[in-house]
């Protein structure tokens, strides 16, 4: 199970780090994505990170100011996010499969976390 957290109010211009937190034995040998989803809108992919934390995407809409890292010691994911703008409203999501690369397509996905909501004001 997967439990996502860190979302909250900002102004733009800020920052907030979420944290996606595995529970289970082991959280090494799955890759893990964060989406999100705002209002009327699909999900969206923002960030994965292989499950070595090697390599990480970004969605070029995030490139430069989001920044995605894991400590598999800890069993968690972090989403570094600053900069942040109003059109980053959104509930934002994790989730995890097993594997290297982390897919940009939601559907590949087996474990999602709950969501934590991320609204940005102007």
């Known amino acids: 199970q997967l439990q996502a957290s860190g979302g909250g109010l900002v102004q733009a211009g800020g920052s907030l780090r979420l944290s996606c937190a595995a529970s289970?034995?082991?959280?090494?040998?799955?890759?893990v994505g964060w989406f999100r989803q705002a209002p009327g809108k699909e999900r969206e992919f923002v960030a994965g990170i292989t499950w070595s934390g090697d390599n990480a995407y970004y969605a070029d809409s995030v490139k430069g100011r989001f920044t995605i890292s894991r400590d598999n010691t800890k069993k968690t994911v972090y989403l570094q996010m600053d900069s942040l703008k109003p059109e980053d409203t959104a509930v934002y999501y994790c989730?995890?499969?097993?594997?290297?690369?982390?897919?940009?397509?939601?559907?590949?996905?087996?474990?999602w976390g709950q969501g934590t909501e991320v609204t940005v004001s102007s």
């Open positions: 989730a995890a499969r097993w594997g290297q690369v982390p897919p940009q397509v939601a559907v590949r996905y087996v474990y």
């Open positions: 289970g034995r082991t959280f090494s040998g799955y890759a």
